[in-house]
């Protein structure tokens, strides 16, 4: 069991079963929610719990992202063809136990950094 929050603590969330995929996304819409790129993983949809307000946006014709209607934390992302829900990693609570595997959507990177820690990029 893992278990995360928003920054203000309204939003928790426990993820409960196994859990995969950790990678850092670097799309134009999660530069734009984050501030810079953003990481997560997923768990089967069923398996994770949130408590307390979640404040959806519909990003685009296929997903939709959650965040925290008071101090605005973007924690999960969700494909409306997919049973799996994925969470920020920053967001999780304690050591995560988790290790990335991969970087997402790189050839939309911002032109203000390189990706040198060697994962697998995925245009």
């Not at 304690?94 to 991969?102: F, M, N, V």
């Amino acid at each position: 069991m893992r278990t995360g929050s928003c920054l203000c603590g309204a939003c928790t969330f426990r993820v409960d079963g196994p859990v995969r995929g950790a990678s850092v996304c670097h799309c134009s819409q999660c530069r734009k929610m984050s501030g810079h790129t953003w990481s997560s993983a997923f768990a089967p949809e069923t398996a994770v719990t949130i408590s307390g307000p979640v404040s959806w946006f519909e990003a685009s014709a296929t997903a939709r992202r959650g965040f925290c209607p008071t101090c605005g934390s973007f924690l999960f992302w969700k494909a409306h063809d997919e049973d799996t829900l994925s969470f920020a990693l920053g967001a999780l609570d304690g050591p995560t136990g988790l290790r990335l595997e991969k970087h997402i959507f790189t050839a939309d990177k911002g032109d203000y950094y390189d990706i040198t820690d060697g994962l697998p990029q995925t245009p």
